[in-house]
């Protein structure tokens, strides 16, 4: 069975959504559903260290796929993220290949890189050996760059070239309001996800964004996109219990 790592390098259709609330049972419930992954936002929410390590558990044991959008680029924040055994992490704010390249290096065990533990849930407890451990985080550990500043295509080829770096996330909704926009289907936000597309498809590397309408995911599919984060955990309550209320107060 294919890997996260794997699905993404092959462009292989994915729909995943946004968690936005810190708890294990939620996470728990998400992890029975069909989805392929979900985002848990701890850039956005209030998700500490151990809120994550107990929704990643969560995800681990419904064998569902779980990246972390980490709150900030810094080292201890992947490490966070990695250690509790989250699949791979979303990095908000990418928009320079210096700081692709040192989040791709702060992912990977090595000199510079990720510090190294083997006790930790991402290790198995020490169960694995320190090869083993090497192998899983060469290989299985996943790195998405959030694409949403406008600097960052002033690198933009340079960012998607980056080793490690497995797919380019286009944040709609910060590049619509960097441009100065206020709707993410302005003609001019569409023009820069789609030279985010483009530049992906020159490097070989994935793409994904967010769009807030299930009919548009055929365009950007056309375009390239593979990878879907949709609407949140917290919009399908609200829908849910929207749509229970329409049926009964008719």
């Not at 994550?52 to 969560?58: G, H, K, N, P, S």
């Not at 980490?70 to 989250?86: F, M, P, Q, T, W």
């Not at 309001?177 to 498809?201: F, M």
């Amino acid at each position: 069975m294919k890997n996260l790592k794997q699905k993404l390098a092959d462009k292989e259709l994915m729909v995943g959504t946004f968690v936005k609330t810190p708890s294990m049972m939620v996470a728990e419930v998400l992890s029975q559903t069909e989805l392929d992954l979900v985002c848990i936002d701890a850039e956005h929410s209030p998700f500490d260290r151990r809120d994550l390590d107990a929704c990643i558990f969560a995800y681990r044991a419904g064998e569902m796929d779980n990246v972390v959008r980490i709150a900030n680029d810094s080292d201890s924040e992947i490490l966070n993220a990695l250690d509790c055994g989250a699949t791979g992490i979303v990095v908000p704010h990418v928009d320079s290949a210096d700081k692709a390249r040192r989040v791709a290096k702060a992912s990977k065990y090595g000199a510079g890189g990720r510090g190294y533990a083997g006790s930790t849930r991402a290790a198995g407890y020490a169960s694995k050996s320190v090869l083993e451990n090497l192998e899983y985080n060469r290989n299985e550990t996943v790195v998405i760059a959030q694409i949403e500043d406008l600097d960052a295509f002033n690198e933009l080829d340079d960012i998607a070239a980056t080793d490690g770096i497995d797919c380019l996330f286009i944040g709609t909704m910060d590049l619509t309001v960097a441009l100065g926009k206020t709707s993410a289907a302005d003609p001019l936000v569409e023009q820069h996800a789609i030279k985010v597309c483009e530049v992906a498809k020159r490097h070989n590397k994935a793409v994904g964004i967010f769009v807030p309408s299930v009919d548009d995911v055929e365009k950007w599919q056309a375009r390239g996109v593979s990878l879907f984060l949709m609407g949140s955990d917290h919009g399908f309550i609200k829908q849910g219990a929207n749509a229970l209320c329409a049926k009964i107060k008719v």
